[in-house]
């Protein structure tokens, strides 16, 4: 096995000319207007290291919609300051089914498969709320202080062109509510889980943000976020349930934890050593990055940090 420190900054050009062949393949989401006017044509890789030094290719100094890539920040904040009992209103297991379905809710009393889900990460954000009283403000501020970039904010045009073709996700939320299984409004809710989609990063700031799933629980500034323990639970449901109903490829292939969104941003944690951030808008059909997918595939297999 590789003892040498690597280096990164080459080893992330080389997969970005690796992958160069499938930037702009596949479609970016076609159901929220403002996220399908983006230029297919970009590709960004970023990677944090423990000490929080960023290295990167590409695009990675680009802003793009992180979309449900914020369901692991916001998971982690909802343990941090609720604990465990969110387990009570939220499984752990795989769905097996796309992003947005309702189909198991009915037969699993309005409990959510997993936080990953559409209707998992409305029970989270619902819990953060409740915990909070600001949950999209407060998942803002934490994504600011963990990538040291004040300059994070929502996009408030794709927050309302969500909010316009959120028939879907309003509906998931009503049933949920019809089961007890909601302890907001509804409408409040929806507006700040629309915010949260909409936050705007880089992958350099996501790859920053996400250290402390890399160290353990402990956040940029060394203070404890979450015990050991949560922090390799977070790592667990991101590998299991992070990539929809591609999570058992996305695991064949990359062999790391890792969550993605409809913008064509993905994280991905090598547990100990370092945070991943790739964005390429173009979406395969389960609504996960082509390239992106690609470079991290390309990634573990030349440097042999997967967690396997
Ligand atoms: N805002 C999107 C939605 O709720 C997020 C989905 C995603 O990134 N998979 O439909």
Known sequence: METRPFDYAALLERVAADVAPLVGSGTPAEYIPALASVDPGQFGMAL???????????????????????????????????????WERVGREPSGNPFNSLVQL???????????????????????????????SELLDFLRQESGNPG?????????SEHEHGDRNAAVAHFMASYGNIDNPVPALLDHYFWQC?????????ALAGGFLARHGLRAD?????????????NAVMLTCGTYDAAGEFAYRVGLPGKSGVGGGIVAVVPGRCT?????????AQGNSVAGVAALDRFTTLTGLSIF
């Open 48 to 86: 944090a290291d423990l000490d929080g030094n960023v290295y990167g290719a590409g695009d990675w100094r680009v802003p793009f919609s992180a979309q449900s890539v914020t369901k692991v920040f916001a998971l982690a904040l909802a343990l941090a300051e609720g604990g465990d009992s969110l």
């Open 106 to 136: 009915e037969y699993e009393n309005g409990i959510p498969r997993n936080p990953f889900i559409n209707a998992g990460a409305l029970v989270v954000t619902d819990r953060l709320q409740t915990l909070t009283g600001d949950a999209s």
């Open 152 to 160: 994070i904010g929502f996009d408030a045009e794709v927050a309302a």
């Open 198 to 206: 909409s936050i705007e990063m880089s992958c350099a700031d996501l």
């Open 222 to 234: 060394g203070s404890r976020l979450l015990t050991r323990s949560e922090a390799k639970q977070i």
């Open 276 to 284: 991943l951030a790739v964005w390429s808008p173009g979406l395969d």
